[in-house]
């Protein structure tokens, strides 16, 4: 944040709060049961504000998405010398596992989250929807990677750019991750709905997720 100019902390800080205050009205009382009108209310911002930073409502309680999409580019782009785009990728995995970051999935009382998701069926298909685009911007950068990609690196900033339609390779990886991710996700998810305690979901995730991205990478380089 500090090396944001003040007018992009700025905007940052009322994105931040449209969002915590949304979230915080939609785990009260249900996703449905909430309003654009009401949220801006609450955080003292017009609904036109609202509109401006999260084009669709879903977005106001999936807005991590585009931190999510950051960190990925980030962690293939700027990997080391050597390391492979899915080794990068399940270093971040692990890692923001491990440091309990937001987008790791799996913290104590998450589970209200998942159930306001599981609740509505406009932020299920939104979700389904995110997992689509975030699995074709895994195309892109493993293209961008391999340099099968139809424009050069530099030249790209989405990294969710064109992949050679004669090369499946990133497509297959890209999906692979985003299958392998999924279910040790909902896995985890089950068991602490069930009762598990937290703790020990997250060390189980911890090495059902390395297995199932190493068993990832096997399988791409043999592909």
């Known amino acids: 944040m500090e090396t944001l100019g003040l007018r992009e902390r700025k905007k940052r800080q009322t994105r931040s709060l449209i969002s915590d205050v949304a979230s915080g009205l939609f785990m009260q009382r249900g996703f449905d049961n909430v309003t654009v009108a009401e949220v801006a209310e609450a955080a003292g911002v017009s609904t036109k504000t609202v509109f401006n930073y999260f084009p669709r409502k879903e977005d106001l309680f999936l807005d991590r998405y585009p931190e999510a999409v950051e960190l990925v580019t980030q962690a293939v782009r700027e990997r080391a010398e050597g390391e492979s785009p899915l080794a990068a990728l399940r270093r971040l995995f692990l890692g923001m596992l491990r440091e309990g970051h937001p987008l790791g999935g799996i913290a104590p009382g998450y589970e209200v989250f998942w159930q306001v998701i599981l609740d509505s069926p406009a932020l299920r298909a939104r979700a389904r929807e995110l997992v ?25 900033a989405d990294p969710a750019g064109p992949v050679d ?3 499946p390779a990133p497509r297959l990886a890209a999906a692979l991750v985003v299958a392998a991710y999924r279910a040790v996700y909902v896995t985890s998810i089950d068991r602490i709905r069930a009762g ?26 043999a592909f």
């Open 132 to 156: 689509e685009e975030f699995e074709g911007v895994l195309a892109g950068l493993f293209a961008e990677a391999a340099g099968s990609g139809t424009a050069d690196r530099a030249d790209r």
């Open 165 to 167: 339609p004669a090369d």
């Open 196 to 221: 598990d305690p937290v703790h020990d979901v997250i060390a189980d995730r911890m090495v059902l997720l390395d297995r199932a991205l190493l068993a990832v990478e096997r399988a791409v380089a």
